[in-house]
């Protein structure tokens, strides 16, 4: 009887989180190479731009939005990591699973089907970036720049933001024959939203006419999410926009990427 019931429960499982404990596994093997990339860089971001511009900043100009450089500037590091952590999981290992290395087809011989795949994958790099999330957040407080409970979230955030770039890329990704598309995001894409997204400097200092086109850039959303949670006010109508944007980032690109997997292992 137990037995029986044992094996039921078993049964409920989703497949995808095979997929899950497949690069949880991997991650085990290889976790000290994104050490530095994951958690050392942005401290030092967080030190040179925080504590060394934030100083030349204060000096000179005083208060940004009524508070420290560092305190303004850390909750945008947070976003920022996200994006780089979903953007780099989601292009060159989708690339290599799918044409290079061909893990991709290896698991839809076993019961997986590309849908797992993608939900797996994605699982995966939710977690990444929740425990990432965690330790930013620990950083930051321990520089003294939260100034709310709100400030609990951020983990959450960073999934939310790091998933909303992961999910359209790893779409796009799947359905690349050679990473040389890949240059152009990080040139035309990634690096414009690093600098200007009101990550280190507020919308306040944009001309007029660069406003809007600012507000247009997925990371802006994310760093006013996570702005608003470290300080612990903000519009409600502002905060639904944002999770609204992210939000809808990640559903279509989820839906974009199981379609896209099953085309490419189909073919």
Partial sequence: MDRTIRRGRTRTWPRWHRSL??????????????VISTFLFPLLYLASMGLGVG?????????????????F??????????????????MWPVL?????????????ATPLEPEDIVLGKLAW???????????????????????SWWALTLPLLAVLIGLAFAAPLMAFASTRESDASFTSIYRFLIIPMFL??????????????????????????GVALARSAAFGHAEVGSMVLHL????????????????NLRRRLAS
């Fill in 55 to 71: 100083h030349l900043v204060s000096a000179h100009t005083g208060l940004v939005e009524g508070r420290s450089y560092l305190r």
């Fill in 96 to 108: 290599g699973a799918v044409k290079w290395v061909r893990t991709y087809h290896a698991a839809v």
């Fill in 244 to 259: 609204t944007v992210l939000g809808g980032m990640l559903f279509l690109g989820l839906r974009s990427a199981k379609k």
């Fill in 196 to 221: 200007f997204s009101a990550t280190f400097y507020p919308m306040s200092q944009y001309p007029g006419y660069l406003r809007p086109v600012v507000q247009l850039m997925p990371l802006y959303h």
């Fill in 125 to 147: 790099v939710g977690v990444r970036l929740f425990f990432t999330g965690v330790v930013l957040t620990i950083t930051i407080a321990f520089f003294g720049a939260l100034n």
């Fill in 73 to 90: 500037v850390a909750p945008g590091l947070l976003a920022i990591t996200a994006m780089n952590l979903g953007e780099s999981e989601s």
């Fill in 21 to 34: 404990w497949y690069h949880g596994a991997f991650y085990l093997q290889t976790w000290r190479a994104s």
